[in-house]
């Protein structure tokens, strides 16, 4: 990476940086917080949540979606709440009209309807403990990352130790940590990571990695610009019960880039801008192959252009099929049909007048042998 000789120049090439990207740098001392023990930017996030809503919202409206907010616990089930919150809305009864409708926080469509701030040096207060954080960033009000920086050129400190304090802030600061996501530290390389404050230890961090830089802060700062961290925060980071424990899982960058080719290559194509319709994805044994076919199928399937589409996940083994199976189990998510005969894939294919049925489905890929579908294509056509 890039020479540093202190952590305050890491500080400023970062906050450089990611201006570059389209974050703007709010001096601490600058946010409009009434108290520090306030982690949302309540004023940025109700102006931006009238901003990314088609949805006329009344005052009541919004103090609801800010009680839904404000009032989960910081327990391991309020976290999980808070990231399903992030990724599809806050549900509330409208004033006016009575129904039940998801008030989005963030627009995941149109990225520049989004505020995106970064400020650096900020206090945050818990009874009489009081931290200040190296960087921190906020979209729409809300905190989603916390970057922890150590000097490089330290032969006593190194990222382990910025990784320390962010795990030390978790439990000190808990109301803040229940919304941001990702945790990166950052000295003589730049690694990330999902945060859990209640997991003390065997948190997974990661280097991400790009094609057009070989230095780490470089690459992560490619990862927190506003569409790539809105895009991750939404479809490739879940909570997760791992060996009977909750945890969350984040995407490795080889899992984000091969999921994008191929949401890309479905999109391209049904829009008539390609006409390739399949395509190959090499990766080595403990790549995460597993996971990155569930964020690929979680990603088609919720995109609002395709408007519920069917998605078929295909293995060629049963100890795949039941892999995938326990990985779907493990994940808050949707989990999918799962096809266990040629009868039922007939009837899958042959739902709503050979539509096809709704959903993300899985089977081997045994059931597809053509003698026994023969009879179903001839129906269809």
Request: glycine residues 4%.
């Amino acid at each position: 990476m890039a020479r540093f000789t202190e952590k305050g120049s890491v500080e400023d090439y970062i906050l450089t940086e990611l201006q570059k990207k389209g974050w703007s740098f709010v001096p601490a001392i600058e946010l409009d917080r009434d108290s520090y023990d306030e982690p949302l930017l309540v004023r940025n996030l109700i102006r931006k949540v009238r901003d990314v809503n088609e949805t006329a919202l009344t005052d009541d409206d919004i103090n609801n979606v800010l009680k839904n907010l404000k009032f989960k616990a910081c327990t391991q089930e309020g976290v999980k709440a808070i990231l399903n919150y992030l990724k599809e809305g806050v549900s509330i009864k409208l004033e006016k009209e009575r129904v039940i409708e998801r008030v989005r926080l963030f627009d995941f469509e149109d990225i520049k309807n989004n505020e995106f701030i970064i400020t650096r040096q900020a206090h945050y207060v818990n009874g009489e403990l009081h931290k200040i954080l190296d960087i921190v960033l906020y979209v729409n009000g809300i905190p989603l990352v916390n970057i922890e920086c150590k000097n490089p050129a330290s032969f006593s400190e190194d990222w382990t130790n910025a990784y320390n304090d962010i795990k030390a802030y978790e439990e000190a600061i808990p109301e803040l940590y229940k919304y941001i996501q990702i945790g990166a530290a950052v000295a003589e390389t730049a690694r990330y990571f999902p945060i859990v404050p209640w997991q003390k230890e065997d948190i997974r961090t990661e280097e991400w990695k790009t094609d057009d830089t070989k230095n780490p802060l470089d690459a992560l700062l490619q990862m927190l610009a506003g569409e790539t961290l809105l895009d991750i925060i939404r479809n490739f980071i879940f909570y997760r019960i791992e060996f009977g424990k909750a945890t969350k899982v984040i995407t490795r960058y080889m899992q984000y880039r091969a999921v994008n080719r191929i949401f890309r290559r479905v999109i391209d194509n049904l829009e008539g801008k390609n006409e390739k319709k399949k395509g190959l994805i090499w990766h080595w044994q403990g790549s995460g192959k597993t996971l990155e076919m569930i964020f690929a199928a979680y990603k088609l399937y919720h995109h609002r252009s395709l408007e519920n589409p069917s998605v078929f996940l295909i293995v060629d083994r049963t100890e795949l099929e039941e892999q995938l199976g326990r990985e779907f189990n493990a994940l808050d998510i949707t989990k999918p049909d799962v096809i266990s005969s040629i009868h039922g894939l007939r009837q899958v294919l042959k739902h709503d007048g050979y539509k096809g049925k709704r959903g993300i489905m899985m089977t081997l890929i045994h059931k597809f042998r053509p003698e026994e579908l023969a009879e179903v294509d001839r129906e269809m056509k």
